[in-house]
């Protein structure tokens, strides 16, 4: 039973544009939401989060959307570089200290290929 | 460099041989975790210290697995009598406790039982 979902494993956009990325989660118990990018042969590196009081959290090029009605979240980029090709995992915890006493949930991460 | 450090980033053993990770999180922080990774999944959480104290561990973390951090500073993590399916990589997270923070990970360790 998947809690966090990354419905699309893979995602190619051209340079310049915007890419969305979307995730959705089952547990309304959910309230903290976070995006990391990972490079291969590395660890996660964290990106942006939102608290679930918020729908909408920007950091630069980067803006996380939150709809806890419909339990979804994306993740835009603005404009899309080269340099962020990467696997992007959405995760969720079920408090704000962002991996407490459960840690974080994951997903199973989206690839995103920025075409030159 | 005073990112989480994880040691070794490679391993490769033979099964039933028993392998242990080292751990060393940002110098301030208080909240240690462990995660697998294995491909196309994201990470999956393990076990969670607050200081030296082992606070939650996952159905995942068989009795094969012990974790440790005695003096809430690095941490260890062994597995005994490996098994081909421990085959994953082993990242660990820290964080600052209380209030809205975010998890940093290391590199991993990389563990291929043959």
């Known amino acids: 039973d998947q809690q966090v979902k990354q419905n699309s494993p893979s995602l190619s956009v051209q340079e310049g544009r915007i890419s969305i990325l979307n995730c959705d989660y089952t547990n309304s118990m959910f309230d903290y939401f976070l995006w990391y990018k990972k490079y291969p042969a590395e660890g996660p590196t964290f990106l942006i989060s939102i608290s679930s009081i918020k729908d909408k959290n920007e950091d630069g090029r980067f803006t996380v959307f939150l709809n806890k009605s419909a339990k979804h979240l994306s993740l835009h980029i603005v404009p899309s570089q080269p340099g962020d090709s990467a696997v992007y995992f959405c995760?969720?915890?079920?408090?704000?200290?962002?991996?407490?006493?459960?840690?974080?949930?994951f997903g199973k991460g989206t690839h995103l290929i920025i075409q030159p | 460099d005073t990112g989480v450090s994880q040691d070794p980033r490679h391993k490769i053993t033979k099964r039933g041989q028993n392998v242990t990770f080292r751990c060393d999180p940002i110098s301030e922080h208080n909240r240690l975790y462990w995660y697998r990774q294995t491909l196309g999944q994201g990470p999956e959480f393990l076990t969670y210290?607050?200081?030296?104290?082992?606070?939650?561990k996952s159905r995942l973390l068989s009795d094969r697995f012990s974790a440790e951090r005695p003096k809430g500073s690095f941490s260890t993590l062994e597995i005994q009598r490996t098994e081909q399916g421990d085959s994953a990589m082993y990242l660990c997270?820290?964080?600052?406790?209380?209030?809205?923070?975010?998890?940093?990970f290391g590199q991993g360790t990389r563990l291929t039982v043959v």
């Open positions: 995760a969720a915890s079920e408090d704000d200290s962002g991996g407490g006493a459960d840690g974080l949930t």
């Open positions: 997270a820290s964080s600052l406790a209380g209030g809205a923070t975010e998890a940093f």
């Open positions: 210290f607050q200081n030296e104290a082992q606070l939650e």
